[in-house]
């Protein structure tokens, strides 16, 4: 009989090249046997990316699910450009890199989004039909969020990227919400989906994920949070605890 020793859970972060940029993500690997494969969720965070939900990311790991999260291009270490038109694409190829991680199990897969991040989920979900599962919270909408109020938002939230000048930025921003509609996602994806907004949310409306569940082709849960506002800071335990319940019922 061969020994295979237990390994303790671990952090730490990736690299890998995407549209010749280089790209970094950290990941979470639960506690268990050297060469187990565990569950996984693909963590894509917001714009321009200070909530990355790592105490989502600790709650599934101490549940033994893994954890893989990218900065998207232009964020916070990785090359290149930030571009919202491009999103979906990075997704896509962060999903391809954790496929390959020899601790990820390839055949149980989800993703979680926040605010750009869970526009980005929906819109991966329906282009990956494998996914078992997808978390939305707070997500971004389609083009009803493409008013001209938005242009001071943007400005002051690209400062820490690498990002085109703001004028620029503002088109591709309006261009990639028509594009990429997630209303239009949703009604193409049957992953099982779990929306969560806040009630006080004054960022994007709650309507957005009441208009999202209303399209959504497959099973879809809405919860609306009371007294939440857009980063769920104050009621993080609890959103922490509603992500993971509904992931690791899905990926089990």
Known sequence: MSYNPAMRAHAGTLV??????????????PAGPAGRRFPAVLFLHGFPGAEKSVDVQRELMARGVASVAPHFLGAWGSGGLYRFSTLTAQARAALRAARRLEFVDARRLAVYGFSMGGWTALNL????????????????????????????????????????????????????????????????????????????????PPSVSRCLARRAAGPVRLRLLRGAGHDFLECRPRLARLAADFLCERLA
């Open 16 to 29: 890998w090249r995407t549209g010749g940029s280089r790209m970094l993500a950290g990941y979470h690997r």
């Open 125 to 204: 979900a329906a282009r990956e039909p494998g996914l078992r599962a997808v978390v939305a919270v707070s997500p971004m909408g389609g083009p009803e969020c493409a008013d001209a109020g938005t242009r001071a938002f943007l400005a002051r939230l690209s400062r820490p990227l690498n990002a085109p000048p703001a004028a620029v930025l503002r088109e591709d921003f309006r261009r990639a919400l028509f594009r990429f509609d997630p209303a239009r996602a949703v009604a193409s994806s049957r992953a099982p989906l779990l929306l969560v907004h806040g009630q006080d949310d004054e960022v994007v």
